[in-house]
């Protein structure tokens, strides 16, 4: 009998999450829709280090001059190099 009843609340327990799941991801996709961004903001600085990196500037002289920090510096420059292997395969 107890085991009976522990599998009924389980199966409950499921078919409850799985609504809150689906309740979450409507909303999500209502706020998608609206036009609503979801993440953490950019620097506000980023495009500026983006432009330093691009013309070549150093890790000293971008973070100085911006204030990003050094991982960010790095992620800027992979991404920079990254978009140039796509341009470069797409073309």
């Given amino acids: 009998m107890g085991k009976m009843v522990i599998q009924i609340l389980a199966a409950v327990a499921e078919a409850e999450r799985e609504r809150i799941l689906e309740?979450?991801?409507d909303g999500r996709i209502a706020a998608l829709a609206a036009g609503v961004?979801?993440?953490?903001?950019?620097?506000?600085?980023?495009?500026?280090?983006?432009e330093l990196i691009?013309?070549?500037?150093?890790?000293?002289?971008?973070t100085e001059k911006t204030g990003i920090s050094r991982s960010t510096y790095f992620r800027l420059k992979r991404t920079i190099k990254n978009d140039a292997k796509i341009a470069t395969f797409s073309k």
Avoid: I
């Fill in 37 to 50: 961004k979801f993440g953490r903001k950019k620097h506000p600085r980023t495009p500026t280090a983006l």
């Fill in 23 to 25: 309740r979450t991801n």
């Fill in 54 to 62: 691009s013309q070549g500037e150093s890790l000293g002289s971008v």
